[in-house]
């Protein structure tokens, strides 16, 4: 099996798909492995380390891409990539089959079989490929450090001669992945934290965490967890509680962190115009959310935005990839988990069958076949 594995083109993808450690990986299940150069890049990883570890660098993306079985990326390939593909071939990604329609018509049109890393079952045999958590988990925690960045006072309290310098206050909306991790990272640096969300599994993840739990605790939050682990959209009178209780909450914080979303739909707004209005100058909104519409009103997908009353609404789009050596360590090992399920001693040997294949495939025989996107 001849796997390829080309640089990321999307503009601020510093992530890739494969490290030495993987292709080291890949040629014990017996392939063999084209990367082109300048691969690593964003991710600090020399052309010559790849090819130390067994991997064939190749300079341009044709050569790479020449004969192979398998691609292998971070985002979805680009019109050029996909058109140099031989038929058939295997391609697998973060493809964001939803929103990417372009990319998926064009791996249809070149009679690929396209997986979605995305749409990878949360199933406890797939946790090892589940890309959503790897990369969730960095970007919860990569929040934090913006935060602190952007902020202009210490996260910990420090007692000095000087005098005292008061802990930060951190307040995570939305505790999935991404938000556990900001909270322990949050707490790690000595902030006084607290998190909200819906589902109420979460009140004790918070709390074993250290942090402080609010949430408006009625009948629909009780039932606010779908049989997959997600959280239901709640209803316009839930929202308006909830706007009460954060609302006087969120005046009172020196960073917010948003995390909030629900498949398949528009994230939910959890912090208004006014509530931002309402802010001390210099606090730090993060919204991990911004690209599925954003939890925070005003945030800007790519942009810092200041408003008049010296509030900062984070909105970047890609924190793992701000921390891409470590992104492209866990995501370069969740796809070859994945490479794992259909390569054998060599062979290809692909099941669409198995549950997992089966729910992550997007395109294949030339038709799109995932049923979520075909609608
Ligand atoms: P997500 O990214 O879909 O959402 C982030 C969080 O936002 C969730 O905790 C959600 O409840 C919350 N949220 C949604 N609407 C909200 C609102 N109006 N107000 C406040 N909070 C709101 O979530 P995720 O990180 O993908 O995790 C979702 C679930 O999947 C969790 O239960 C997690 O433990 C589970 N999970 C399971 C596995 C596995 O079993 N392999 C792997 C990863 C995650």
Redesign the pocket.
Known sequence: VAIAVTRERREGETRCAVTPETVKKLIALGATVSVEAGTGIGSSIPDADYAEAGATVKPDTRAVLDGADVLLKVRGPTAQETSALKPGAIVIAMLDAYREKDTVEALKGANATAFAMEFVP???R??VM?V??SQ?NLAGYRAVIEAAYAFGKGFPMMMTAAGTVAPAKVFV???????LQAIATARRLGAVVTA????P??KEQVESLGAKFLAVEDEEFRNA?TAG???KP?SPEY?AK?AVLTGEHIRKQDIVIT?????GRAA?V?VSAEQVASMKPGSVLIDLAVEAGGNVAGAKAGEVVTTANGVSIVGYTNLPGRIAADASALYARNLVAFVGLMVKDGALTLDLEDEILKAAVVTHGGAVVHEGVKG
């Open positions: 949360r199933i406890t797939a946790q589940d959503l958590s969730a909306m939305g505790v999935g992945v991404a938000g909200t969300d819906v589902r599994a979460t967890q682990g997600y959280a709640m929202q909830q995390t909030a979303l629900i498949p939910p959890l």
